[in-house]
């Protein structure tokens, strides 16, 4: 029988996102593919700069300002199309589908305005309720969020709000809406170590409870293994390895990975390798403006080889590992896939 395969919550498909200035064009985004399925985090991993924010938010319209911006490939909610769409339309389904917590939360909330009538403004935008509804959802979202004392915190500002607090605030304002997808860019990075834990907790049991899908954008490898189900790696704007949490992070196959994961001496030491030696990747990722055709990390990866700089690495599948493990380099598929055969024919 042919089994039908489900559609995502959300897909890109082939979408590249080129950004222009006065000074410089860049390709931010080269050839990507995710999918988010409901109630599952994707993690999106990588250095500064490789494109984490501008791929996930640029196909919902939000770019940075003043930049130029040519955005080519799909990406659809639901089933919907989103990119094409006139601004008015695209803000709508974006309104409807999605809940943002930017990377600079502070700028997304107006300091002059107490915190709960901005939260209560929004749900009478995007929910279409009264202004009373709209006080009475904010007061339960401030709740919902783990704010004590919800009522007396619905009149502060934002300036009177320690950052834990506030980093709430952020996700109670992007759970308005009742969104399918969070969208969370890096969202602890300004927090302490105790309010982060914290933070994490939050968004886990939102993920949990509410079957909402979010998509993690961090740097942070220890915050994927504690939260992601899927997992995409991204350098100088490509995938470099895709796959569940699991395969990832503790079968890691391309040479980027396994330099970022290299650096995390707690999964070092689970996969037995020895957590004081050497670790990291050296040297720094390349000017996006002036690429060369082949794979964008060669000048920093221990295994590449002449044809490495010529060709674009494709997005391969493992075939002996879960079949949802991709990864763009061939050296490195190749030599775990002998490595693999290796062992099979000891055994
Ligand atoms: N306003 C802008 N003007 C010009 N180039 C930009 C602008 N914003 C982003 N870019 C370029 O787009 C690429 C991707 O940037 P993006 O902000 O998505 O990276 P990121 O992975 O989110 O980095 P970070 O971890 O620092 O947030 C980078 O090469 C960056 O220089
Ligand atoms: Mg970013």
Redesign the pocket.
Do not use: D, N, R
């Given at each position: 029988m042919n089994k039908l395969k489900k559609e995502p919550l959300f897909k890109v498909k082939d979408l590249v996102i080129d950004?222009y200035?006065e000074q410089?064009s860049?390709r931010?985004v080269d050839s990507v593919n995710l999918e988010v399925n409901a109630g599952e985090i994707l993690a999106v991993v990588?250095?500064?700069?490789?494109?984490?924010?501008?791929?996930t938010l640029g196909p919902l319209g939000l770019l940075?300002e003043?930049?130029s911006v040519d955005i080519r490939g799909q990406s659809q909610c639901s089933g919907q199309d989103l990119l094409n769409k006139p601004a008015r339309e695209l803000a709508k389904l974006r309104g409807e589908n999605f809940g943002i917590i930017f990377?600079d939360p502070i700028s997304a909330l107006n300091p002059m305005k107490k915190v709960g009538p901005q939260l209560a403004s929004q749900a009478v935008r995007l929910r279409g309720v009264s202004k009373q509804q709209g006080k009475e959802i904010a007061i339960e979202l401030l709740q919902r969020t783990g704010i004590p004392d919800p009522e007396d915190r619905y009149n502060r500002y934002p300036h009177e709000m320690s950052g834990g607090m506030l980093q709430r605030v952020m996700i109670a304002l992007a759970l308005v809406g009742n969104p399918k997808i969070l969208i969370a860019d890096?969202p602890i990075t300004a927090l302490d170590a105790t309010v982060q834990a914290q933070i994490l907790e939050l968004l886990k049991d939102i993920q949990c409870r509410e079957n909402i899908a979010i998509i993690l954008?961090t740097?942070d490898i220890s915050v994927v293994a504690q939260m992601a189900d899927q997992v995409a790696v991204?350098y100088a704007?490509r995938i470099a390895e895709y796959g569940t949490m699991e395969d990832v992070l503790t079968r890691p196959v391309h040479p980027y990975t396994k330099g970022l994961l290299s650096s995390v001496p707690d999964l070092r030491s689970k996969r037995g390798e020895n957590a004081s030696g050497p670790a990291g990747i050296t040297g720094s990722p390349p000017d996006?403006s002036s690429l060369l055709p082949g794979c964008r990390f060669v000048e920093r990866c221990p295994v590449a080889q002449t044809f490495c700089s010529k060709f674009r690495p494709p997005l391969e599948v493992l075939p002996h590992l879960s079949q949802r493990h991709f990864v763009a380099c061939p050296v490195a598929v190749e030599s775990t896939i002998e490595q693999m055969e290796g062992e099979a024919y000891e055994q």
């Open positions: 950004l200035t410089v860049v931010a990588g250095e500064s700069g490789s494109g984490k924010t501008v791929m940075p003043g930049v990377q890096e954008i740097h991204l704007g996006q």
